[in-house]
């Protein structure tokens, strides 16, 4: 039993070589596919934001509607989130107090477009609110809604960021 001439029995170390080879390219392969789903965990880590980061926080002020009511404390918090979202809500300190949630319908580096949804207290289910930036720690507030009766309520104000 010998080899044909010109060929040599190949040795134990030269029959372990593939082995070896095998278990480095599988260990690599181990590696990169934990490399790549580290690298996709890390690109999800920051959901979707359509809400320029000046406007988030809470902003408080005074509102007057023009009718004749007294102005009243408007308290505005905006959150992250994206167009067509819930990203904040809105209090009114008024006769029995109101509370709404609000939906980001365009934003732009200086404006905010909101439509509000009233969950409680006595105030004009949904209308629309136009938030503007004036400084970093104020904004124009513009409110237009309809009343139940069927009339048009505005209302105005500047509000100051607090957080």
Sequence with gaps: MGTKPGRRRPTQKAREHPVITALIVALG???????????????QASPPNDVPAAFQ???????????GTSPYRTTITVGSGTKHHDIGDSSYAVASGCHGLLTLSEATPMTLRLVERMDSGPCVPTGSITLTLKTQ??????????KRSGTR?????TLRKIG
Excluded: K, P
């Design 29 to 43: 392969a181990v590696a990169a596919a934990g490399l790549s789903s580290f690298i996709a965990v890390r690109c």
């Design 153 to 157: 309520q505005t209302a105005d104000g």
């Design 137 to 146: 720690d104020d904004v124009a507030y513009i409110y237009t809604g309809d």
């Design 57 to 67: 926080g809470t902003w408080v002020g005074q509102t007057d509607e023009h009718n």
